[in-house]
Structures are given as C-alpha cells and as structure tokens.
C-alpha cells in the first residue's frame, strides 16, 4: 500500500511510519515541523533502513497537498497533523480550529477528488468530554472542555457525513488517549518544540536538568492521590494500532479507543519513572488547568475484538524507553 501520512515526523507520526515500513508498506511523509524536527528523518531511515519519500509543506494548504496526490498513486491516508495541547487550545481557539479542522476537510475534499478511499484519523479522546470511566465508542459524545477536543469532534463529524454520502469512503476514527514512551532504539521519540505540554518529556526534562521542576496542574481531583488520572500508552503500541486499523478497513465509519484499559495517576506515573530509571523527579502543585479533566481512561475491548490489537507495554516500559530517547535525541 502506498499510505500518505501527514505529521508524519511528530511524536506518533514518525513511531507509525516505522511500524508500516517494517511491515513492507510504502509512505509519503508530509510535514511542517511545526512541532517536530527534520533531524526525525534521519533516524526514521537508520530504523528502518528505508528511504522517506518527504514533503515539507502544510496539510492545511490544498494547493501543496493536491500536488502531492496528482505526484503519487495513494491507496490511503493516515491524518496526524494537527495542534495538540489543551491549555493552547484554550488560549488560542481559532489557531485549533482553523489548523485541525481545515486540514481535516482539505484532504478528505482531495481523497474524494482523486479515489482514495481509506482514512484513517487521528482523534482523541477528549472527544468524551466529561463522560463516566471507562469510555466507550458507543457513549454519547459530551461536549468537549477545550477547542482542542472540539476541533477533533468536528473533524469526526465531518468524516462520517462524508462516509454516509459516499459509500465507498472507509473511515477509522482512532481516539487515543496518552502517549508516551519512544522506539526502543532511542532514536526517535516526543520532541516538541519549546517548553513541553505533554507531561512525559516534561519529565525527562526535569530528570536531565534542563527544567527545575515539575508543575502538577491540581491535587484536588476526585481521585485517589487527588491528581488527574490518564490511560497511558506506549506509542509503539499506539503505532500497531494505527497500521490494525488500516490493514482492517473496510467501508463505513469504524471507531476504536486505543488505550490499555487502565488509569495512572500524575504521582504514580512520577513513581513509575523513579522506579525505572533511579532518577528522582522534583515536582510542586499547581492550579488546575483550564479544560483539564479528573479521569480518562479506556475501554479498548471492541479494538482487541476486530483488530486482533492489545497494548503490551506496561508503565515501567514506557518510562524506560522515554527516557533513553532523551539521553539519545540530541547525540
């Protein structure tokens, strides 16, 4: 399959194009590096030992992205590229909604134009918005404590509207929840550009030296230890998910929550890192963010039903591996 991934250098971009090359699919990389680095290129090839056909440019242009589908034969897309921090979102709502949503309706316009019939998005699961744990793919979507999460709504309605007028357009709406970790290698990982919003390479940040501390945003929370509880999972687990979704495609709209089924709280996931690497991690509570949730964890039971897909990396694993990629990324 020739498979169009955009985003595809970012955090589970990169870790998915090294899932499909190994398995023998062909990729077309777009990407800007708004929040990625061209040097994941490099490493994505001393993996996989395979070239990267790359473009840089922007999956919300359709002038770029057309000429990439009249260049190429594209059985499929993979749609990565988006803005992805909460706080962000709220502080900045139409820089999410443009940027996510536009670029969601600009390639399924181009899928329809040029007979691609396979998409499969990247959603997330804040689309559940304050739901009971675990969630479910056939709850009722509540509406979305941020943009970002609203931004990714519209996109999923989108797509399913689209696939009800055409019935020939397959979609998997792939919400996920936490991911962290990097490739066992160490050469590819999260990289984000600037202070991170993500709190794993926050974590490693401030195991390195490179941040004083770590901010807990609220210890107040309905939860055990009264910080905010998340499903994590390891982005090569996420990866296998995304390449069982494709693989498995067929017509209609399929939607799957890739997670493990379990909660982790901030200060358990601090302890999880402490345990596999020995490094103490300084940290001090903060105000609540806005948008921010008390629990959000899976039930990833229908993906392991029709995709044959379990996560099989546990806390300690995703620490371990987090952690080599940032004594690596720099060499």
């Not at 044959?308 to 694993?317: E, F, P, R, V």
Request: aromatic share 10%; glycine share 8%; proline share 3%.
């Amino acid at each position: 399959m020739n498979i169009l991934i955009t985003g595809g250098t970012g955090f589970i971009g990169s870790h998915t194009v090294v899932v499909l090359q190994k398995a023998g699919h062909n990729v077309i990389v777009v990407d800007n590096f708004y929040n990625s680095s061209p040097l994941m290129l490099d490493r994505i090839r001393k993996i996989t030992n395979k070239e990267i056909t790359f473009y840089e440019c922007d999956a919300a242009s359709e002038t770029q992205m057309e000429d990439i589908f009249i260049s190429h034969s594209i059985d499929g897309i993979i749609h990565f590229a988006g803005f992805k921090a909460v706080g962000e979102s709220v502080e900045k709502p139409l820089m999410y909604y443009y940027n996510n949503v536009v670029s969601t309706m600009i390639l399924a316009k181009l899928c329809l134009k040029h007979g691609v019939n396979k998409f499969v998005f990247s959603s997330s699961a804040t689309v559940y918005g304050e739901n009971e744990v675990p969630f479910k793919e056939t709850m009722t979507l509540l509406p979305a404590t941020n943009p970002y999460g609203q931004s990714k709504v519209m996109s999923e309605q989108i797509l399913m509207d689209i696939a009800k007028a055409n019935p020939n357009f397959s979609v998997a709406l792939l919400r996920y929840f936490n991911p962290i970790g990097a490739h066992e290698s160490g050469l590819i990982g999260e990289m984000p550009s600037g202070i991170p919003n993500n709190l794993m390479p926050y974590i490693t940040k401030v195991a390195k030296g490179e941040l004083k501390q770590l901010n807990i945003f609220g210890n107040d929370y309905s939860t055990e230890d009264g910080t905010g509880v998340r499903d994590y999972i390891h982005v090569m687990d996420l990866a296998q998910g995304h390449m069982a979704a494709f693989d498995n495609l067929t017509e209609g709209v399929h939607i799957y929550n890739l997670g493990t089924g379990k909660g982790t709280s901030v200060l358990q996931l601090i302890k999880g890192f402490e345990e596999a690497t020995g490094v103490k991690i300084a940290y001090k509570f903060a105000a609540r963010r806005a948008g921010d949730i008390a629990q959000c964890y899976a039930d990833a039971s229908k993906a392991n039903k029709e995709l044959g897909w379990t996560a099989q990396k546990d806390i300690l694993d995703m620490c371990r591996d987090a952690w080599r990629f940032e004594f690596n990324y720099k060499k």
